[in-house]
């Protein structure tokens, strides 16, 4: 992993609320960033990693989503019931498909201009973890239990990322079955296993919750729901003044088809008992849904990932917020 000022690690946020100038600011404030390439093509990864180039000349990281094998799964029955959602919103569902989110051509992007560290979410592919080691490139991986740390340890992972139950937006899980882990716990167990460096992540909104899981085995925190709201976020407003106020939250499946977490709301309760587990069919299917209830300005059909501790996010700019998590 590279040096870094402070012990503060910036999520990959997927589906635009990482932005280039959010790296970019994250980074000279002597944290560490990643570029979110989840969902985008290796065209739009590479001119994401030129922008951030641009900005600054601080080490920064992309993160990747692992494929889960191909499982054609029937959500016609779960699109039956989210139709009237759309048509309130004068869109049609999109098309639920199976696809791999690019994974071969932006690896070997990363293979061909390599960065000082990538993170894998969702799995943990060993001959990946080599081929980025020939580079040159550290690799993160995303672990959500004990175990799932222990076989990262023996693939070759350089540190692991422990995604604690009350982190925002997806489970970094490597099967859909795996039950959330509370982070303190996560840690603990963890800490016992590897002499890797450990990045503690999940519901840690402020400088006290960054201090204790400091103090108790992490190398790193890393915080995401925390710089939602500043102005280098590329999360919808409505996003951001959702995240403002006290709420609850909940891992739902209601969104994409695989759980994440997010501020409980319409959509979610009308719709979580019909879930299911089909990734990235549901997300392929619902993204018209959300993509016009953002530009609606409708909070009640968004996905409003958060973490548990949304409420402590500030509205400030990113130098700000990562400079005041270490006070």
Known sequence: MPQTELPIVQSPMAGGATTPDLVAAVVDAGALGFVAAGYLTADQLRDQIASVRERTRAPFGANLFVPWPRKDTN?????????DDATRLGVELGTPRWDDDD?????????????????????????????????????????????????????GADALLLQGAEAGAHRGAWTPDAEPVPLATLLADVKTLTD?????AGGLEDADAVREVLENGATYAQVGTALLRSPESGAQQAHKDALATPAETAITRTFTGRRARGIVNAFIREHEEQAIEAYPQVHHLTRPLRAAAAKAGDPDRMALWAGTGHASAQDAPAAVIVRSLTQ
């Open 75 to 83: 959500v016609e029955g779960y699109a039956a019931s989210i139709t």
């Open 103 to 155: 994974w071969a051509a932006k690896l070997e992007l990363l293979l061909a201009d390599p960065l000082p560290v990538v993170s894998l979410t969702f799995g943990c592919p060993s001959d990946a973890i080599a081929a980025l080691h020939r580079v040159g490139s550290a690799v993160a991986v995303t672990v959500t239990t004990a175990d799932e740390a222990r076989k990262a340890a023996a693939a």
């Open 196 to 200: 890797l460096p450990l990045v503690a």
